[in-house]
């Protein structure tokens, strides 16, 4: 099984600062990775696609980059809205998760 | 528009089994481009892939829980189904069904609905 780790766990950040989030693969997936956002109480909203597509509707703030093992979520400018939980996803084989990272208001 | 719906016991004893149904709208589960997939998300923690099926039944299932999962279609009724046994607070979680598009990612979500074990 393939595993998704991200750091940090939780990311404090300014409204209007960047915020990096990382997240490292056990074995190449090429660009097999999404990004999703979460809020309490709602299912993920999918972010990234591919390592580097934005999906429908999401503002170009967000940016993904990375290949094989490495990738990495950007977030320019942020917005009160942005404050929530993102996961990192695998589809190279089947499906696995990171574990997390909250970005939280500082 | 897709739509996916979850459906089910909230309540599950320990050591019974887990069943919920999800039923999908506004597109056909046959289609051949798509699998449909379980995840959860126990309270708190991160999103577990449970396992996926397509529409004649081809499964793929995590291997951590493949003892105890199975993940079943009806395409009459439109809807598939997922059976956890012997559950245990472990498997205490939101499950969300979600359209599994072929060597993609999972990209229409049911809300999820919360099953708690206990007795």
């Known amino acids: 099984e393939i595993v998704m780790t991200q750091s940090p766990a939780t990311l404090s950040v300014s409204p209007g600062e960047r915020a990096t989030l990382s997240c490292r693969a056990s074995?190449?997936?090429?660009?097999?990775l999404a990004w999703y956002q979460q809020k309490p109480g709602q299912p993920p909203r999918l972010v990234i696609s591919g390592a580097s597509t934005r999906a429908t509707g999401v503002p170009a703030r967000f940016s993904g980059s990375g290949s094989g093992t490495e990738f990495t979520l950007t977030i320019t400018s942020l917005q009160s809205e942005d404050f929530a939980v993102y996961y990192c996803q695998q589809y190279n084989v089947w499906h696995t998760f990171g574990q997390g990272t909250k970005l939280e208001i500082k | 528009q897709l739509q996916l719906q979850e459906s089910g016991p909230g309540l599950v004893k320990p050591s019974e089994t887990l069943s919920l149904t999800c039923t999908v709208s506004g597109g056909s589960i046959s289609s051949r481009t798509y699998y449909w997939g379980w995840i959860r998300q126990p309270p708190g923690k991160g999103l577990e892939w449970i396992g996926s099926?397509?529409?004649?039944?081809?499964?793929s299932y995590k291997s951590s829980l493949q003892s105890r999962v199975t993940i079943s279609v009806d395409t009459s009724k439109n809807q598939f189904s997922l059976r956890l046994t012997s559950v245990t607070a472990a498997d205490t979680a939101v499950y969300y069904c979600a359209r599994d598009p072929i060597g993609s990612y999972p990209d229409y979500w049911g809300q999820g609905t919360l099953v708690t074990v206990s007795s």
């Open positions: 099926i397509n529409y004649s039944g081809t499964t």
């Open positions: 074995q190449s997936i090429g660009s097999s």
